[in-house]
């Protein structure tokens, strides 16, 4: 089941021309499956929020399984699904939710009001000039997960 109000990205084209084309805004690209129960949960979220943080981000999904998008998928180390990835004007905006990755979220938001809270948070320190920032929610609300390093 695809999504009906987000757009879903399976060409690296098509994300290269949103990240691009997002201006003063915060771009969250959702990278999972549409097979997956954690990345439709997480879809579910996002669709509910969408209009509500739509004045300062926009909101895209990203189809892993696509051929076509696996430069994204290998760059920014996506194996773990969902993964949300946060981009302002054209720059990767890193958080620091107290995980080992800053890079990306990892997993589902528990709630809209928490994934609003994050969007609204990188958004205001974009507006600053900060590439990362610091996750306002209680860490009993951040997924927690351990990463695995292949040949480490």
């Not at 997956?36 to 949960?41: F, I, P, T």
């Not at 958080?95 to 990306?104: Q, R, V």
């Not at 589902?108 to 809270?117: N, P, S, T, Y």
Request: hydrophobic share 40%; glycine share 4%; with cysteine.
């Amino acid at each position: 089941m695809e999504s009906v109000l987000l757009p879903t990205l399976t060409k690296k084209e098509e994300i290269d021309r949103i990240i691009n084309n997002t201006i003063d805004k915060v771009l969250v690209l959702r990278f999972g499956r549409t097979s997956d129960e954690n990345c439709l949960l997480l879809d579910d979220i996002l669709e509910k929020s969408a209009r509500d943080v739509s004045k300062f981000a926009t909101v895209a999904l990203v189809d892993v399984d696509s051929d076509q998008v696996q430069v994204y998928v290998n760059y920014f180390d996506i194996t773990l699904f969902p993964s949300t990835v946060f981009f302002f004007n054209a720059h990767h905006m890193k958080l620091d939710s107290g995980t080992a990755d800053h890079t990306k979220w990892v997993g589902k938001f528990h709630e809209k009001q928490d994934f609003i809270d994050v969007v609204e948070v990188i958004f205001r320190g974009a507006m600053k000039g900060k590439m990362i920032v610091h996750c306002p929610l209680p860490p009993e609300r951040i997924p927690k997960y351990q990463l695995l390093y292949k040949d480490v």
